[in-house]
T-cell receptor, first 114, second 114 residues
Framework: AQTVTQSQPEMSVQEAETVTLSCTYDTSESDYYLFWYKQPPSRQMILVIRQEAYKQQNATENRFSVNFQKAAKSFSLKISDSQLGDAAMYFC???????????FGKGTHLIIQP | DVKVTQSSRYLVKRTGEKVFLECVQDMDHENMFWYRQDPGLGLRLIYF???????EKGDIPEGYSVSREKKERFSLILESASTNQTSMYLC?????????????FGPGTRLTVL
């Protein structure tokens, strides 16, 4: 069984600043993947960034990057130069072997202050 | 462009009614998923299917059933709706063997059971 924990129900950041969203996970799988999804208000869930557990290098997608600490089972998301369009619910998720669905955290509501 | 559609954005039903939530994807994906999203609980997997007529229980299948008669369509059925099934329901899909890849989500159906 997998568990994903997001300890920050809500975060607020000034526009143009950097914010880090925390996520820890637990899994018995040796091969797994980690994801950050974004859900804007009243809009569809979209993938922000993905990390393969076997890769040591942290994934980066433009202003979004992760800090993947495998031993600590930590997978935080850093958003640089925050923009108003970044305001959303952010979900951390993990997947293991097979065709099973994703295991999600409870989400972090990110507020961008203009 | 990848597309997952759900039959209704908003639905209001009465206790005891039989409710059908429909999901269609146009990407020829083998895997399809139904999640339930509740504030403070994140997304929880109800059922998933990895092929036509195949189904597997997720983490919270009680009170729900599913149907997959065609590859592109995955239906969630509430046999006798109850007020505790008031929630946002999200459908997702991805290709076979790609558990490590992103899932593509529909816009969600917000169901209210009175």
């Amino acid at each position: 069984a997998q568990t994903v924990t997001q300890s920050q129900p809500e975060m607020s950041v000034q526009e143009a600043e950097t914010v880090t969203l925390s996520c820890t996970y637990d899994t018995s799988e040796s091969d797994y993947y980690l994801f950050w999804y974004k859900q804007p208000p009243s809009r569809q869930m979209i993938l922000v960034i993905r990390q393969e557990a076997y890769k040591q290098q942290n994934a980066t997608e433009n202003r979004f990057s992760v800090n993947f600490q495998k031993a600590a089972k930590s997978f935080s998301l850093k958003i640089s130069d925050s923009q108003l369009g970044d305001a959303a619910m952010y979900f951390c998720a993990s997947s293991g072997g097979g065709a099973d669905g994703l295991t999600f955290g409870k989400g972090t509501h990110l507020i961008i202050q203009p | 462009d990848v597309k997952v559609t759900q039959s209704s954005r908003y639905l209001v039903k009465r206790t005891g009614e039989k409710v059908f939530l429909e999901c269609v994807q146009d990407m020829d994906h083998e895997n399809m998923f139904w999640y339930r999203q509740d504030p403070g609980l994140g997304l929880r997997l109800i059922y998933f299917s990895y092929d036509v007529k195949m189904k597997e229980k997720g983490d919270i299948p009680e009170g729900y059933s599913v149907s997959r008669e065609k590859k592109e369509r995955f239906s969630l059925i509430l046999e006798s709706a109850s007020t505790n099934q008031t929630s946002m329901y999200l459908c997702a899909s991805n290709p076979q063997g790609s558990y490590h890849n992103e899932q593509f989500f529909g816009p969600g159906t917000r169901l209210t059971v009175l």
